[in-house]
């Protein structure tokens, strides 16, 4: 005799999908033994209600062959014994007539006979109804049943792959779907509640991860009906604890995810609120797997709307009251150590008002932690007193928190969220004189933290050059000074409008902290400065554009280019360009080389300044070789797109030029392009 299946039918689901688009999930059931058949049921209680009903089913089992009415007339009779049944109480023997009469089995060869995408759906609709009418029978039924929901299951949810399939249709198979399964559910409140639950769970989360985007929907969707109906069954009690741990992550993670999916005004961002609210308000049975959630809260918050953004960190807020330890050490070991959404996540749990005691007091525990310490391969020692740092500065602490060998180490560790407790602890320390001096021998293990090119991170760092550059004499201040200047240049180009002001004002500060010997040196990033510095004197805000005026002011001091300082003086940008492109055609092609990433600025403004200085670079360098102006040509075409038409325009006018000058590569015919060509291009950059 065949083996009976388990009562959670589980191998089904272990293929691939593709597999099971053209097979039943579930394998054969052994039926269940009863007493010899007799003739007729008139011994059942039912019978004297519905006699043709159920004579009908007696007939249609025992005759093999049978057409589409009698199926759907079989069905529809199914649904109107156990119906009448239900209603009046005269349920008893109604488990034996349906295991005699193979009820289950029948509905489900029913559902079996045609390929999952044949569109029989009025038979499958029947089929759906009979199999919720018929979970109102008692337990002698509960392994069939639940292998014949697999089929209901199987069947609908590979239906709605058919993207012919009518909306309406749609709409009410799902209705019936829900039907049957609350009504299995309805029939077993006791304690096998959930572990039906728990099988129908396991059959819809597989569905949840299908390749079609509406297959997945709708088998989130009843989930998240099926655990709202339970949710009022037993609203007495936090009922998350009778299901499986993995099942619920999944269903916070499906929740979460969906609701990216949805407006906020539809339907089913409603029933994702809904859950979610009964996952917050049970926290420790629904979001106690905290690396999982934290994974998922880190992937979703880098494109998600301001609305989504707040729902996920209310999650986070509630991760860090519950399991505070957890989240922590999950933070630190389980997410990207050099992502700056990361670095976001644990500023903003170290930050949460609500339990920041709790935290602050967690964090030292953690940081002592061995699981830590082995990630990061130091000892508890080197990572002891760090956690100091998000404490008041107070005299005590900071005399203990100012231990350069231990905070070097944490300076060196390939972590965004150590980094951040180091540099605040640097940051406290250099706001005092006596201690700043002693950080000295931290700012190149500082200076490498720019590489990271995070915001928060930069911040810190500048904070700390700014500071303890004023205690140190030149002698001291002019190694680092050098070092430092050159990996200021690209924060001049940064996102943030408030780094590239700092690090262009401290650029100033360490060209006068240069000793007289070293100054050769430090004039080649000078130099190299200039363009940035130019360009930036058109900049949208109005303090970098005065912070870039000024600073290259000071750089042609430096340079004791006179003419130029001048021109630098007056601010004046057409004659400072000019001044620039008339030097050695060395330094000119350099110039052309910084100002083609201007090109794709996200201001317009400096866009079309990189457009007219590169128009005036070749006109005035005289640049005749093919292979550059290809190069330039290419460059500029880029912004004949842009949302700007008349830098389009400019960028067109650019591009004819460059060309004509390739076209033309004889002098006479290069002076007959400048005659006709070159002077209005000159016009526009306002050199004649």
């Known amino acids: 005799m065949e083996q009976r299946p388990p009562s959670r039918p589980r191998v089904a689901w272990e293929e691939d999908e593709s597999s099971q688009e053209s097979s039943s999930l579930v394998e054969p059931i052994e039926v269940c033994e009863v007493e010899p058949l007799q003739p007729d049921a008139i011994w059942l209680p039912v019978y004297e209600e519905e006699e043709e009903a159920v004579d009908f089913i007696e007939a249609y089992v025992r005759n093999l062959e049978r057409d589409e009415v009698q199926k759907m007339k079989f069905l529809s009779n199914v649904v109107t014994v156990c119906t009448t049944a239900q209603e009046k109480g005269l349920l008893e023997g109604l488990d034996i007539f349906c295991c005699r009469n193979k009820l289950a089995e029948n509905i489900q060869a029913l559902l079996e006979e045609k390929p999952v995408d044949y569109l029989c759906t009025d038979v499958w609709q029947e089929a759906l109804l009979a199999t919720a009418a018929l979970s109102n029978v008692e337990t002698a039924l509960e392994g069939e049943m639940l292998s014949l929901v697999a089929a209901c299951i199987s069947r609908v949810f590979f239906l709605l792959r058919n993207e012919d399939l009518d909306t309406q249709i749609t709409v009410m198979i799902l209705e019936n779907l829900d039907i049957m399964l609350k009504s299995l559910l309805i029939s077993s409140l006791g304690s096998s509640v959930w572990e039906k639950f728990q099988s129908i769970l396991e059959m819809l989360l597989y569905f949840t991860t299908s390749s079609s985007i509406v297959v997945q929907a709708n088998a989130t969707e009843r989930i998240w009906k099926l655990v709202g109906f339970l949710h009022s069954c037993f609203c007495e009690e936090p009922f998350g604890k009778y299901i499986q741990p993995s099942q619920r992550t999944a269903i916070v993670l499906r929740t979460l995810e969906m609701m990216r999916n949805y407006s906020m005004y539809d339907d089913e961002y409603g029933y994702a609120e809904f859950i979610l609210d009964i996952a917050i308000q049970d926290p420790a049975s629904w979001l106690m797997d905290v690396p999982n959630i934290l994974r998922f809260i880190h992937e ?347 830098l389009c325009v400019l960028a067109a006018q650019t591009i004819l030029c460059l060309r004509s000058r390739i076209k033309r590569p004889i002098p006479l015919w290069v002076q007959l392009a400048e005659l006709f060509c070159w002077p209005c291009i000159a016009r526009a950059y306002g050199s004649v």
């Open 300 to 646: 979703s918050l880098s494109n998600c709307t301001t609305a989504e953004h707040l729902k996920l960190f209310s999650v986070l807020c509630i991760l860090a009251n519950e399991f505070p330890r957890e989240l922590l050490i999950s933070i630190l070991t389980d997410l990207p150590t050099l992502d700056s959404t990361t670095l976001d996540i644990w500023k903003a749990t170290l930050s949460l008002p609500m339990n920041s005691e709790e935290i602050l007091q967690e964090l030292q525990n953690v940081l002592r932690d061995k699981r830590v310490c082995s990630f990061f391969e130091v000892n508890t020692v080197d990572l002891s007193t760090v956690h100091l740092a998000m404490m008041r500065p107070k005299d005590q602490a900071l005399v203990e928190l100012c231990d350069p060998e231990r905070l070097q180490v944490c300076l060196r560790l390939q972590s965004l969220p150590m980094l951040s407790l180091a540099l605040r602890a640097l940051t406290m320390l250099s706001e005092r004189p006596k201690m700043g001096r002693k950080l000295l021998v931290l700012l190149p293990d500082v200076m490498n933290t720019l590489l990271y090119d995070n915001r928060h991170i930069t911040e810190k760092a500048l904070t700390v050059f700014e500071n303890v550059i004023g205690y140190l004499e030149k002698t001291e201040a002019s190694p680092i000074a050098l070092a430092l200047a050159e990996r200021l240049l690209p924060l001049f180009n940064n996102e943030s409008s408030e780094v590239q002001e700092r690090s262009i004002l401290l650029f100033k500060d360490l060209m006068e902290c240069v000793v007289w010997w070293k100054k050769g040196e430090m004039k080649k990033t000078v130099r190299r400065a200039l363009i940035p510095l130019l360009f930036r004197m058109s900049d949208e805000t109005e303090s970098v554009a005065k912070a870039s005026a000024v600073v290259l002011l000071a750089c042609t001091m430096f340079l004791k280019w006179k003419q130029l300082e001048h021109l630098a003086q007056n601010e004046d940008i057409t004659r400072i360009r000019e001044y620039l492109l008339k030097q050695k055609s060395r330094r000119v092609d350099e110039y052309l080389q910084q100002s083609l990433p201007y090109l794709e600025d996200a201001q317009a403004n400096l866009r079309q300044e990189a457009v007219k200085f590169i128009g005036l670079a070749v006109y005035h360098a005289g640049i005749q070789s093919e292979e550059k102006l290809n190069e330039l040509i290419q460059a500029l075409q880029l912004v004949t797109k842009d949302v700007d038409s008349s």
